[in-house]
């Protein structure tokens, strides 16, 4: 949810719920600018090897990985969207001016001893945010700084004292599951920035679609062995944050279809990797080359809509594979599941690769990412793909 939360409707009829997807846009209206006031409480968190990797646990939730954090003193556990594609920690805070709906009880400060407002200027106000995702949703609050606390495979907490996180009292358009989101991307406030540390930037995940995981930080976090396949992450001054890869081609099949010639054709980025979106976009006139592909090897029938290629049928068996091919040769071969999704009626599948406008960017997601070992490591500027059975890995 690279800061574009978008409710979208992404099946209507078929598929009825609706899809916090992420368009990776900038928050518009972000108020502040902490640079000066950053604490220097992160330097002096080194995890060397004593003190062991950090690491979170996560749960599946229909469409996003949620991340499990205690905020506060004493600790209040919060479950919050795993997003590496936006940068603040926000949660919903006590007292509402509105809002959403959520199910797990709401994080209260009055309760928390730790908990301090930023003062932003020296008129001694506070410090007000606003993020808005996408199209409806959004959060509006002040930025505090709190106690953050995560496991660490040494059995200690890992605790990160005056992490700056939003403490969010108008919030709307998330589902009652989210207490809010981690932000994990490049950006100063992000969670892996925050931490600081001898492995900067350094995390990976391993998504099963279901059940629990977890994602890892530091030297647990490092990806490698057979089968690895890594890619070079390029940063974009105008979203400095993002993780960018570089798409070269994707294969339907055995058809490749090169990016270039198309608008979509880059060398230094064109598609942001993003945990908190659960589908895949491309710009349409690459996106349509790309499905007139499927649509010529698929002979169901098609299920009456323009906008997501579907067909009638019993099984995913009638879909061809698809590869993407990243820059470097990182080729990642995705199980069917990964790209094509059953209605929640049965008996129509369609193609998870939605086509946005040109503006719009392009969102490598998080169902595509399923069953791989992903590892982001920031000081090299790579991220990294292992095939891994991931139900297996966390079981
Ligand atoms: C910053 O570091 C110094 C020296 O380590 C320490 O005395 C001071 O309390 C720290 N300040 C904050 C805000 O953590
Ligand atoms: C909030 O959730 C509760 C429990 O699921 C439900 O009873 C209530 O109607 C919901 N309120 C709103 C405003 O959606
Ligand atoms: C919450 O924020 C929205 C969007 O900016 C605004 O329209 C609304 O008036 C705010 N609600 C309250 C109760 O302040
Ligand atoms: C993955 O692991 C799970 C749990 O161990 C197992 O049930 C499943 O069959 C495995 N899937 C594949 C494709 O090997």
Redesign the pocket.
């Known amino acids: 949810m690279s800061l574009a939360t978008t409710m979208i409707a992404i099946f209507l009829q078929i598929i009825t719920y609706f899809l916090i997807t992420t368009t990776a846009s900038s928050p518009q209206g972000f108020t502040i600018d902490l640079i000066h006031r950053r604490s220097n409480a992160s330097s002096s968190r080194v995890f060397n090897t004593q003190l062991g990797s950090p690491y979170a646990d996560t749960v599946f939730d229909t469409y996003e990985y949620l991340m499990k954090l205690q905020i506060g003193t004493p600790p209040f556990e919060i479950e919050a969207v795993l997003d590496t594609g936006s940068e603040h920690i926000w949660t919903q805070c006590l007292p509402c001016?509105?809002c959403y709906n959520q199910t797990a009880p709401i994080f209260d400060p009055s309760k928390s001893s730790t908990f301090k407002e930023i003062r932003c200027d020296t008129h001694d106000h506070s410090c007000p945010y606003?993020l808005v995702y996408g199209g409806k949703s959004?959060t509006?609050g002040t930025l505090v700084t709190e106690t953050v606390t995560i496991h660490s495979t040494s059995g200690q907490p890992f605790v990160m004292p005056e992490t700056i996180i939003g403490c969010g009292r108008?919030n709307?358009g998330f589902k009652p599951g989210f207490a809010g989101v981690v932000g994990l991307d490049r950006g100063p406030k992000s969670l892996i920035t925050q931490m600081g540390g001898e492995y900067p930037g350094l995390m990976s995940y391993c998504f099963a679609g279901k059940g629990t995981s977890k994602i890892n930080f530091g030297a647990n976090a490092i990806v490698a062995g057979d089968g690895v396949v890594s890619t070079t992450v390029f940063v974009k001054t105008a979203k400095p944050g993002f993780y960018y890869l570089n798409l070269d081609a994707v294969s339907v099949g055995n058809t490749r279809i090169e990016t270039v010639g198309t608008p979509f054709h880059a060398l230094k980025g064109n598609i942001v990797i993003d945990s908190g979106s659960t589908l895949t976009y491309f710009p349409e006139s690459y996106c349509n080359l790309v499905r007139k592909a499927v649509e010529q090897v698929v002979t169901a029938v098609r299920f009456p809509r323009s906008d997501i290629l579907c067909y009638y049928s019993k099984t995913i068996d009638i879909f061809p594979v698809i590869t993407m091919h990243f820059s470097g040769g990182a080729d990642l071969v995705l199980d069917k599941y990964n790209m094509y999704v059953a209605s929640n009626t049965g008996g129509v599948f369609c193609l998870a690769i939605i086509c946005n406008s040109p503006i719009e960017e392009a969102i490598f997601g998080n169902r595509a990412q399923n069953n791989f070992l992903v590892g982001y490591d920031s000081s090299s500027l790579l991220v990294s793909f292992k095939p891994t059975n991931c139900s297996a890995l966390w079981n």
Do not use: G, M, P
């Open positions: 001016v509105h606003e959004y509006k108008n709307s």
